[in-house]
């Protein structure tokens, strides 16, 4: 009997402790409040703001939206951003991502203050995760992806791990977070050979391609534990996993659902980080 790995059940845990952490807070006079820069209309932006405003509600943290102009200029916005480092009732802030073409993302990367850098933009936040002090700010994906694995008590000591990407939000930074658990990591891409014969000996598969379906159970044996980071649509206009979730999931040992897996950890982690910007700034 497979068991399903997931993120409400994690979700909802942290919250719990952050309504804690809050309240001690607002009791020494503090108040978490995320600024949140968004930079034109883009719909799966604003619909991204609706809900972490809505989560940030339930648990009491402020916030507030700066809604800029798409053509503003690098230099502008990084004087706003530099506005925002200096302004102490921002705890901490996110940009939409991707910044449009026009924006010099390594400025702004650069310019935003690290301690409020709650997306793991600044280049000093990502270096501390690659020097193994894991007591900063995390991107939120590979954070969640952790936080399932942590919550689940599945053991990373010694185990050999296959993360499917290599790119700076997720597949690097979550190595990184295994091997500061002292697991056994392989990190595998599109260039990749024999990719089968890698899942199929690891204990843990972390796939984030992109490709719904495209794992099918040829990739794993009935000892896998699958955490499903891909997120995408099918033909049919289905949000899918990396997985192919029904012909998988009864015949694994332990794999998260797509929706209702990682993705939904993600928001969480963002406003733990928002929490822990106003403890420690
Ligand atoms: P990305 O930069 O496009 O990375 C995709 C990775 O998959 C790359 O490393 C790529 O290899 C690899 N890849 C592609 N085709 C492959 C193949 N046939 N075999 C092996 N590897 C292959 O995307 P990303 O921004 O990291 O995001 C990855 C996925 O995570 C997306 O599905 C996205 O929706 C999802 N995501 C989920 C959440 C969440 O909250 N659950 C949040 C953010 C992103 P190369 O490097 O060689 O190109």
Redesign the pocket.
Known sequence: MSQILKGNVVAAKLKEEMKERIAKLNENGKQPKLGIVRLGNDPSDVSYEKSIIKNCDALGIETEVFEKDANMTTDELADFISELNDNDSISAMIMFRPLPKHIDEEVIRNTIKPSKDVDCMHPLNLEKIFEGDMSGFAP??PK??MEILLYNNIDLEGKNVVV????????KPLAMMLLEKNATVTI?????KD?KEITKKADIVI?????PK?FTMDYFTEESIII?????MTEDGKLS??VDYENVADKVKMITP?PG???S??TTILLNQVVYACENN
């Open positions: 939120a994906t969640a992806a499917i990407n290599r790119s700076m939000v997720v597949g595998c891409h599109s260039r990749t990719l796939p984030a391609l992109g490709k495209f499903d980071v891909g997120v995408s996993g990396d797509v897996g990682v993705g950890v993600t």
